[in-house]
């Protein structure tokens, strides 16, 4: 959060959702306003892609009837613009080891515009510091 200003949320699945854990604001005049404990939907936003990434296709056949998000996977992150809210976007990254059994994505939000503009430096923000927390563990 004080690395970028934006918001911060730590989240993990709750049935067909992904249910926001932590939020930390930003500091940002214009910033992603969500509470904690909010609901988002699993197969329609980057927190949600980020967590299918840690699963193998048949558990997300499970889920929905939708192609496996492979390229995700590979990558380890996702970007996703205008899914939630009009002119919101995120960079999500699931964290490389499940804590109490449950995979949990972090993901830094705000405006599209900043947010697309800042992509690959937010990027390195979130491995660097998923590295901080989980030394030994790659970040994926």
């Known amino acids: 959060s004080a690395a970028t200003g934006e918001t911060i949320t730590l989240s993990m699945q709750n049935d067909q959702s992904m249910?926001?854990?932590?939020?930390?604001?930003?500091?940002f005049p214009i910033s992603l306003q969500v509470r904690?404990?909010?609901?988002?939907?699993?197969?329609e936003t980057g927190i949600g892609a980020a967590f299918l990434s840690t699963l193998d296709?048949?558990?997300?056949?499970?889920?929905?009837e939708r192609p496996s998000p492979r390229a995700m996977r590979r990558q380890g992150w996702v970007a996703a613009y205008d899914r939630l809210t009009a002119?919101?976007?995120?960079?999500?990254?699931?964290?490389?080891?499940?804590?109490?059994?449950?995979?949990?994505?972090?993901?830094?939000a705000g405006l599209t515009d900043r947010i697309r503009r800042n992509e690959t430096q937010l990027l390195r923000?979130?491995?660097?510091?998923?590295?901080?927390?989980?030394?030994?563990?790659?970040?994926?």
């Open 19 to 27: 249910q926001l854990l932590r939020v930390l604001p930003g500091t």
């Open 36 to 43: 904690e404990g909010y609901l988002v939907p699993l197969f």
């Open 57 to 64: 296709d048949e558990a997300i056949r499970r889920l929905a």
């Open 87 to 108: 002119d919101t976007g995120a960079v999500a990254m699931p964290l490389p080891a499940p804590i109490d059994g449950r995979a949990l994505v972090v993901a830094i």
């Open 125 to 140: 923000t979130l491995r660097r510091t998923v590295a901080r927390h989980h030394p030994g563990e790659r970040a994926r």
